[in-house]
């Protein structure tokens, strides 16, 4: 395509799609995320991104997600999934960056230095999926993001309101069709037929109970649970809340960050005392469960718990597989709680690998390993498997002796219950049910494998958070200079302190993170390090911290 005919992309951005604000944005963490009227010219520019990426992929394609997660509902945005169903590649986040910012003058010329840099082949077919969440503004980005596409001449496919691990899958399975059919139905066919295969070989035993409250954040994923509990033929008795109905807003005081952050339950559950509750987030990648006890108090069983909880039956698997050889570890982020870390190196006898936050970064340090296992303490993760784990156990399951055959049948259906490509929180509640109706247990049994330390996150607004620079995977912080003195002596005055800070990459603040032996001094100790963020790192406003 000669760059004469790229005039289409400069009329749909002047015409439908103008750039109304010079406000600087970043493609982070998770992708561009702002309040949404900030956004239709940047969803349409990586439409035309998307293009190009699914050319310079051969044709292979592109997910396009509109989204802002766990974040309430004024905002939104977007994010691009690479072929295998993956984050974007890192390379490519500063020339989604370039083109985000540029004027709608200098757009068409823009695209096509980008076309030339990364040397795209425009004569190719290119694929998009486009997906959202159910925020009231994702339907003129999802508009805005195939118009991009439509300018390149690549083509279009929305998928309408899917979880953005929905997508993922779908992306996934378009490129590889082992992996799965490209359709919201294949999605519920491979995942959810797995976990009732599951159910069918392992009957209901012990202190597990099959009922499970669910929090949805009046988000995506409560509502796809609604289709799901149709089809599940009673193995899980689901009590939805938070579906979105009845004047509830997403994500607001409900929701897997909620509960995390917050350690208390949601809004719009009821609360049974010892009652299993999973919560998701507004887009169905996190999830965190919790009960109540018969004093109401919050027993959290997060990203670290799920993660522990898999890693534990899967090496037991391993075991009588007979399948010792394939090496298993789990990826974790410095949020992870340090007693979850020391009972994955004590007793399950694991190797741990720690990473920077960002799920792009768990994601790649999992596939070191035959069985990789990540999760954020968040509660975002998943497990990668690699093609050797996977034909190894196949070849157990059909040529092992009967108990290998048996341990390693199970385990084939624990892959396909994997959505491998990103955290899905439909996904890892399956796999976690699984894994409780298998060894018979209740939450608090659960929660007993090991005693969490106590914690707090705080976040502080600064001037510019970018002064906040980090190394040791964001346990070290290197600039300003002299505030990792400062954390070392105040971290020092505590037993078991621990303490780290990081810029946030999705929201405009420098998070701070502390743990110590009593919840009064871990939250001491998080306030004295925001207030030397505070000091040092260009707070504003009077006070140093701002309420979650
Ligand atoms: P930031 O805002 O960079 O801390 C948050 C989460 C990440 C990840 C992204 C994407 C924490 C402390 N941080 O990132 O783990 O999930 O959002 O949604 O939970
Ligand atoms: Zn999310």
């Known amino acids: 395509m000669p760059p004469s005919s790229l005039r289409v ?9 103008p750039k109304n604000s010079d406000v600087f944005i970043q493609y982070g963490t998770a992708g561009f995320r702002t309040k949404a009227n900030l956004l239709e010219h940047v969803v349409y520019r990586m439409g035309l991104l998307a293009v190009i990426r699914s050319r310079v992929k051969n044709g292979r394609t592109i997910g396009m997600m509109i989204t802002a997660s766990h974040n309430l509902e004024p905002d939104n945005g977007v994010k691009l999934i690479d072929p295998d169903g993956e984050m974007l590649e890192e390379s490519w986040e500063e020339i989604a960056t370039r083109l985000a910012n540029v004027s709608d003058n200098d757009l068409e010329s823009t695209t096509v230095e980008i076309i030339k840099q990364v040397n795209a082949d425009m004569s190719l077919k290119a694929s998009v999926f486009i997906g959202m969440d159910t925020r009231y503004t994702s339907p003129r980005l999802a508009a805005a993001a195939a118009n991009g596409v439509i300018a390149l001449k690549g083509t279009p496919k929305e998928f309408g309101i899917v979880t953005t691990p929905m997508l993922h899958f779908c992306v996934k399975c378009r490129n590889d069709n082992k992996y799965g059919t490209p359709t919201e139905e294949g999605y519920y066919e491979k995942i959810v037929g797995a976990f009732k295969a599951i159910c069918q070989k392992l009957p209901v035993s012990g202190d597990y109970n099959p009922t499970l409250y ?11 649970l609604n289709i799901i509990k149709k089809s599940l033929d009673g193995e899980l008795d689901l009590h939805l809340f938070n579906l979105g109905g009845n004047g509830g807003k997403l994500n607001l005081n409900c929701g897997a960050d909620f509960v995390k952050v917050s350690q208390s339950p949601p809004v719009g559950v009821e609360h049974v005392p010892f009652q299993r509750v999973a ?46 050889d394939l090496n298993m570890g789990i990826v974790q982020t410095a949020y992870a709680n340090g007693a979850s870390t020391q009972y994955i190196i004590e007793q399950l006898k694991l190797p741990v690998t720690c990473v920077k936050t960002g799920v792009k970064h768990l994601h790649h340090a999992a596939l070191a390993y035959d069985i990789g296992i990540y999760f954020e303490a968040n509660g975002h993760g998943t497990v990668v498997y690699s093609e050797t784990a996977k034909k190894t156990i196949r070849k157990i399951a059909e040529e ?19 959505n491998e490509t990103v955290g899905d929180a439909l996904s890892d509640l399956f796999l976690a049910e699984s894994v409780l109706r298998a060894r018979a247990l209740a939450a608090p049994r659960w929660r007993a494998l090991y005693a969490d330390r106590p914690a707090r996150q705080l976040k ?21 200079e002299g505030l990792q003195t400062r954390i070392d002596e105040l971290v020092a005055r505590h037993t078991n302190g621990r303490a780290f800070v ?47």
């Open 460 to 480: 502080c607004p600064v001037q510019d958070r970018n002064i906040i620079k980090t190394t040791d995977a964001e346990r070290k912080c290197t600039s300003p």
């Open 214 to 224: 669910v929090d949805g954040a009046n988000g995506v994923g409560g509502k796809k």
């Open 400 to 418: 092992g002796e009967p108990e290998q055959r048996k341990a390693a049948s199970l385990f084939v259906k624990f892959i396909d219950m994997t």
């Open 279 to 324: 919560s998701l987030d507004g887009d169905g990648d996190r999830i965190v469960y919790y009960y109540l006890d018969d004093e109401n108090k919050m027993n959290l069983l997060d990203g670290d718990r799920i993660a522990t909880l898999l890693a534990s039956y899967i090496a037991e698997l391993l075991k009588t597989c007979d399948a010792t």
């Open 502 to 548: 990081r810029a946030s990459g999705t929201e405009d603040v420098v998070r701070v993170y502390a743990e110590a032996d009593t919840t009064q001094a871990a939250d001491k100790l998080a306030a004295e390090v925001a207030q030397a963020v505070h000091d040092l790192a260009g707070g504003v406003g009077d006070r140093p911290v701002l309420p979650e």
């Open 9 to 17: 992309v400069y009329a749909f951005a002047r015409e439908m799609h």
